[in-house]
């Protein structure tokens, strides 16, 4: 039986790279989707975020304005949550992709009621577009969607965030931190997704 019940995952654009270093590895990716999907089976409710590394970050122009970089940032992780939502659904997932701003009929627009319901559904929900506005990261978009959709659980690669019995006592979104299993220089996305599979399954992995 699977340790959690609803988890929320960070996944970085340089992981979903791979060793190209930048657009998407698609070998990778499908080792993430197989991986996640032996969660889904296993009943636990899975959302995704995105970062956008991959293609551009925030800070990568000296000379635009700060807030239409950081803009085109949040466009990266559209980008990235479609293509890997696609790729999701290859290997048999299904998936729905949500924003916190209008993005056409590419994605649907982020309310917490529709995301819960989707992955009560066992859709694999990616929220993109990190938390829509400039100067937060998506870091920063994790913990808040994690709370919003009371996720037992958030992973950020390197750290994860319990949550049930820990906001609802303070208020606070986080209070206890434990660092997980890092990947070395040479670590892969799967690494990652591995450590993260193996805890919220609840096998032993050493944490600490």
């Known amino acids: 039986m699977a340790k959690y019940k609803r988890v929320l995952l960070k996944l970085s654009g340089e992981a979903l790279a791979g060793p190209n270093k930048t657009g998407f590895d698609e070998a990778t990716c499908l ?8 969660l889904v089976e296993d009943g636990v409710q899975v959302a995704i975020v995105t970062g956008g590394g991959n293609f ?20 990266a992780t559209v980008m990235n949550c479609v293509y890997v939502s696609d790729i999701f659904r290859y290997v ?15 994605t649907e627009l982020f309310s917490k009621d529709k995301a819960v319901k989707a992955l009560e559904a066992g859709e694999v929900v990616f929220f993109a577009g990190g938390t829509g506005h400039p100067y937060f990261s998506t ?3 994790t913990v808040l969607r994690a709370i919003e959709i009371e996720a037992d659980v958030s992973w950020n690669e390197t750290a994860w965030y319990p949550f049930k019995n820990q906001h609802r006592r303070s208020g606070r979104g986080i209070n206890d931190h434990a660092s ?29």
């Open 56 to 75: 551009w970050r925030g800070r990568t122009s000296e000379t635009i304005d700060r807030t239409k970089a950081d803009q085109i940032g949040m466009l």
């Open 180 to 208: 997980a299993k890092k990947c070395g220089s040479g670590g892969t996305c799967y690494d990652v997704f591995w450590t993260v599979v193996s805890v919220i399954a609840d096998q032993t992995v050493n944490i600490g």
């Open 31 to 38: 080792e993430v989707a197989r991986q996640v999907k032996s």
């Open 139 to 141: 870091d920063t978009a």
């Open 92 to 106: 048999g997932l299904k998936t729905s992709v949500m924003t916190p701003f209008v993005c056409g009929a590419f």
